[in-house]
């Protein structure tokens, strides 16, 4: 079953602009992470934002989590038309859960030149 | 180094047969884990395996879904007398521990298709 949502279901922008995408989820957590998937194949991990962490940077990306609002944000800066993927939050450490991911159910972002 | 990898990358099949999957982590990880992707349900844990302990197959969806992992490294998952429901991508990933803090890198994932 799905940990969270993701919003919005799809985002199409210029290339350039800022990309922001939204992710809730359900339960007390340890870790949230942010994927990439291409084409629908495998997934590279972009994030990962600890529990006690608000904010985090890598380089064109800034991740944000607000545990009392159960939700995180990843903002792609000066979008590049390489950026057009889907984009997953995924939640680790879940208590009671092991250390299996629960995925979001995605963002697929398309930028355009 | 080496990535995760997956054989093979496209399997059709047909109903009722079954299916042999194969995931090689990366070198020194201890903990493995099998996802699968499909149009309906979105990506779903599997099973995952962390050295020698008992794996925690609690996302397998029915007793026709197994895993070994053999030697601490290379795995396998078998889909038995196969439905059409089966068709997904089934993704691979590997982690240094099993450390909720530890990022999992996937692999490219198998294409199963159930004719």
């Known amino acids: 079953s799905q940990q969270g949502e993701e919003d919005p279901q799809a985002l199409s922008i210029q290339e350039g602009e800022n990309a922001t995408m939204n992710c809730s989820y359900k339960?007390?957590?340890?870790?949230l992470q942010w994927y990439r998937q291409n084409s629908g194949r495998g997934l590279v991990h972009l994030i990962l934002?600890?529990?006690?962490?608000r904010e985090k940077h890598s380089g064109r990306l800034r991740v944000t989590l607000d545990t009392s609002k159960k939700s995180s944000s990843l903002l792609i800066t000066a979008s590049r038309a390489a950026d057009t993927a889907s984009y997953f939050c995924?939640?680790?450490?879940?208590?009671?859960?092991?250390?299996?991911?629960?995925f979001g159910t995605g963002t697929q972002l398309k930028v355009e030149l | 180094g080496a990535g995760v990898s997956q054989s093979p990358s496209n399997k059709v099949t047909e109903k009722g047969k079954d299916v042999e999957l194969r995931c090689d982590p990366i070198?020194?990880?201890?903990?493995l884990y099998w996802y699968r992707q499909s149009l309906g349900q979105g990506l779903e844990f599997l099973i995952y395996f962390q050295g020698n302990s008992a794996p925690d197959k609690s996302g397998l969806p029915s007793d026709r879904f197994s895993a070994e992992r053999t030697g601490g490294s290379v795995s396998t998952l078998t889909i038995q007398r196969t439905q059409q429901e089966d068709s997904a991508v089934y993704l691979c990933?590997?982690?240094?521990?099993?450390?909720?803090?530890?990022?999992?890198?996937f692999g490219p994932g198998t294409r199963l298709l159930v004719l």
């Open positions: 995924a939640t680790g450490g879940v208590t009671g859960g092991g250390n299996k991911l629960t």
């Open positions: 934002i600890r529990s006690n962490e």
């Open positions: 070198s020194g990880h201890t903990a």
């Open positions: 339960t007390s957590i340890n870790n």
């Open positions: 990933a590997s982690s240094l521990f099993q450390d909720p803090q530890e990022t999992q890198y």
